[in-house]
C-alpha cells in the first residue's frame, strides 16, 4: 500500500469518528495514530466525556469485533482471558474464550481491578495471544486494547504498574468539549445517537496492509539519534526517578512515521518526534518523591525535555 493510501485510509477513518466524537481531532489523530502504529491507548479523563463510544466508534469504523470489560476488585484473570469447560457429550475440555478476544477491546476503569487481573492483560497486550491450562491462543488481527482510568477518583483504585503503563503505545486525555462543540453534542443526539447510523469504512485487512506500509517511512540516521537523546534525557533528569525504556524508543520511532503520514510524507522531521513525545512518554516515566513534593507535572517534564535536547538540523 502507498503511503498517499494509507493517508487517506487514516483520514477517512478520523472522518468517520468525529461523527460521532465532536471536536476533539486532535485526540482522535492521536487514536488512529496508535491503531495504525498496532499500538495500545490509555484513555486517562473524567467520566462521560466519550471515551467508551470512541472505542465502540472505532471497532465500528475497522469493521471488528468490539468488547468491553468492566474492571472491577472482584474480577479474576479468567473472566478475561476465559476458560476451559468440559463437554460432557465430546468427553474433551473445550477453551472458552473471554472477551479479550476480540478486534477492539475497552477496558473500562482497569485500574479498579487488582494487580493479578491486572497483569492477566499482560501477555495479551505484548504476545498478542493468551494462555489458558497451558494452551496458547491467538487474538485476532488488529488487536487493540483500550484502556480507561479515571484521574481524580482514587478511592478503591489500584494504580497501574510500571511494567503495565509501558506496554501501552500511548496515553490520550480526550477532556471536556468546548462551550459550541457541547451545543453540537445536544443537536447531534435530539433524536438517535449517531453511533447507530456509523458505518464501516476500513477493513481489518486493508488495515493490516496500512500497518505494514508506515514502516517504510524514512528514519534518518539523526533523526534516530534524536529519539534516543530524548528518552535517554528522560532517564538523567534529575526530577525523573523511573525514565523511559528502550520501548519507549520504539514508540516514539513508529509514532514519528505515523505522524509523518497523516502530514503527508513519507520521511520523519524533528517536529513530528516532538508532536508525539508527550504521548509516548510522559506515561512511562516515575516522578522522583522530590518532584511530587514540588508538584511537578510529568507532562511539562517531557515538553522541558524537548526544549533541552538538541534539534538535528540535517535531516
Not at 218 to 238: F, G, N
Request: negative net charge; contains cysteine.
Amino acid at each position: 500500500m502507498e503511503i498517499v493510501a494509507v493517508e487517506a485510509l487514516a483520514a477517512k477513518i478520523i472522518e468517520n469518528l468525529e461523527k460521532v466524537i465532536i471536536g476533539k481531532h486532535d485526540a482522535l489523530e492521536m487514536i488512529v495514530l496508535g491503531l495504525f502504529c498496532r499500538g495500545h491507548i490509555l484513555i486517562e479523563d473524567v467520566p462521560g466525556t466519550g471515551k467508551t463510544m470512541l472505542a465502540k466508534s472505532l471497532a465500528i469504523s475497522i469493521g471488528g469485533k468490539f468488547s468491553r470489560i468492566q474492571f472491577t476488585p472482584d474480577m479474576l484473570p479468567s473472566d478475561i482471558t476465559g476458560i476451559s469447560m468440559y463437554n460432557q457429550a465430546t468427553q474433551t475440555f473445550e477453551f472458552r474464550p473471554g472477551p479479550v478476544v476480540a478486534e477492539i477491546v475497552l477496558a473500562d476503569e482497569i485500574n479498579r481491578a487488582t494487580p493479578k487481573t491486572q497483569s492477566a492483560l499482560l501477555e495479551a497486550m505484548e504476545e498478542r495471544q493468551i494462555t489458558v491450562d497451558g494452551k496458547t491462543h491467538l487474538l485476532p488481527e488488529g488487536f487493540l486494547v483500550f484502556a480507561t482510568q479515571n484521574p481524580i477518583e482514587y478511592e478503591g483504585t489500584f494504580p497501574l504498574p510500571e511494567a503495565q503503563l509501558d506496554r501501552f503505545l500511548m496515553r490520550v486525555r480526550i477532556g471536556y468539549p468546548t462551550f459550541i462543540d457541547e451545543m453540537r453534542i445536544l443537536e447531534s443526539q435530539k433524536f438517535a445517537h449517531p453511533i447507530e447510523a456509523l458505518q464501516a469504512v476500513a477493513g481489518i485487512e486493508n488495515l493490516k496492509n496500512a500497518q505494514q506500509a508506515i514502516k517504510s517511512v524514512h528514519v534518518s540516521e539523526p533523526i534516530k539519534k534524536y529519539i534516543v537523546s530524548i528518552t535517554e534525557a528522560t532517564r538523567q533528569d534529575k526530577d525523573i526517578y523511573l525514565g523511559a525504556s528502550p520501548r519507549g524508543s520504539l514508540g516514539l520511532y513508529r509514532a514519528g512515521q505515523m505522524y509523518a503520514v497523516l502530514r503527508k510524507r513519507d520521511y520523519v522531521t524533528p517536529d513530528d518526534i516532538k508532536n508525539v513525545a508527550v504521548y509516548v512518554l510522559a506515561h512511562r516515566i516515575v516522578l522522583h518523591p522530590s518532584a511530587r513534593i514540588k508538584d511537578l507535572n510529568k507532562d511539562a517534564l517531557v515538553e522541558e525535555i524537548l526544549n533541552r535536547v538538541e534539534v538535528p538540523v540535517h535531516v
